[in-house]
């Protein structure tokens, strides 16, 4: 039954996007991996997790796709507004200011902030908690934030960071 009304609703790729869902990769990476928009990949998780077709996202995990997602954006609007060097030798001092564990987990590769590590490191260390995690960037961010409120913009660049890291608050 569950089976026929996914397709029915999405297709036969249903299935695909599904397979992506591991608890590491953001929404964007899914769609862009499929070639799909983000709001079918977020239409598709959405009936699949509330109608209990796969296992919840736990909360840290959440919590890491939310700041993964915030960096990701912070990073790319940055770089619209100062080179991409700038931005991303701002956001590594920063980074590498902190002596946390969550932090240092951090990568730059392929041009866009890498939290795979992090998500590794959790599927070890069970003891960590959503607000841990979110405590763990905080400062970090506020620095980011404060250098980016220098920033002459039409839009602000902080809001923009937090558009798409919504839908994985709810």
């Known amino acids: 039954m569950q089976r026929k009304q996914l397709i029915s609703l999405f297709g036969n790729e249903v299935f695909d996007l599904i397979k992506l869902v591991d608890g590491r ?20 998780l959405s009936i699949v997790l509330t109608r209990e077709y796969v296992a919840h996202v736990p909360e840290r995990i959440k919590a890491t796709l939310v700041i993964d997602c915030i960096f990701r954006n912070l990073y790319r ?42 998500y590794n490191y959790l599927l ?5 908690e959503a607000f841990e995690i979110y405590e763990e960037f905080l400062d970090p961010l506020l620095t980011i934030f404060d250098y980016i409120s220098d920033i002459k913009s039409d839009k602000d660049l902080r809001l923009l960071a937090f558009e798409e890291a ?3 608050m709810v």
């Open 124 to 128: 070890d260390e069970k003891d960590i």
């Open 25 to 44: 990769k953001s929404v964007i990476e899914i769609a862009q991996e499929n070639k799909v928009s983000v709001s079918k990949v977020q239409e598709v």
């Open 77 to 118: 609007n940055l770089s619209r507004y100062i080179n991409f060097r700038t931005a991303f030798e701002m956001i590594n001092s920063i980074l590498a200011q902190n002596e946390s564990v969550l932090i240092n987990l951090v990568r730059f590769k392929d041009e866009q902030y890498c939290f795979k590590l992090i």
């Open 166 to 168: 919504n839908d994985f």
